[in-house]
């Protein structure tokens, strides 16, 4: 499975992006899409993740009223929705994918796949 996220680029405070995140290979066998963010000199942290048939989703509780989470399962995409950025929101953004569902999907190695992400960068 490959994955090629898009969508980064400058933006202002209290502005909006919406990043996508393409899978491609094996696609069939991913169950779980999401996002990490790793911001410089600080460590990887969860952002979002959403099941690529159902109803989970879940978004890290510092982002919950900012950031949403969306998919086109037909085409093996997931769309985070990114609002009021703000400038600690500054970081590379990775896409990552799960073959299996696990207890804790919060966590880097509870996924399968992870891509080389998009950089973000929040101007104050």
């Known amino acids: 499975v490959q994955l090629q996220a898009s969508g980064g680029g400058l933006v202002q405070a209290g502005g909006s992006l919406r990043l996508s995140c393409a899978a491609s290979?094996?696609?069939?066998?991913?169950?779980?899409m999401g996002w990490f963010r790793q911001a410089p000199g600080k460590e990887r942290e969860f952002v979002a993740t959403i099941a690529m048939r159902g109803v989970m989703m879940e978004i890290a509780d510092s982002l919950k009223g900012r950031f949403t989470i969306s998919r086109a399962s037909a085409e093996n995409t997931i769309y985070p929705q990114m609002n009021s950025l703000k400038s600690e929101d500054t970081a590379n953004y990775l896409c990552v994918a799960a073959l299996i569902r696990r207890r804790s999907q919060t966590a880097w190695v509870d996924y399968d796949y992870w891509g080389q992400g998009t950089l973000v960068t929040v101007s104050s």
């Open positions: 290979g094996r696609t069939s066998s991913v169950v779980l």
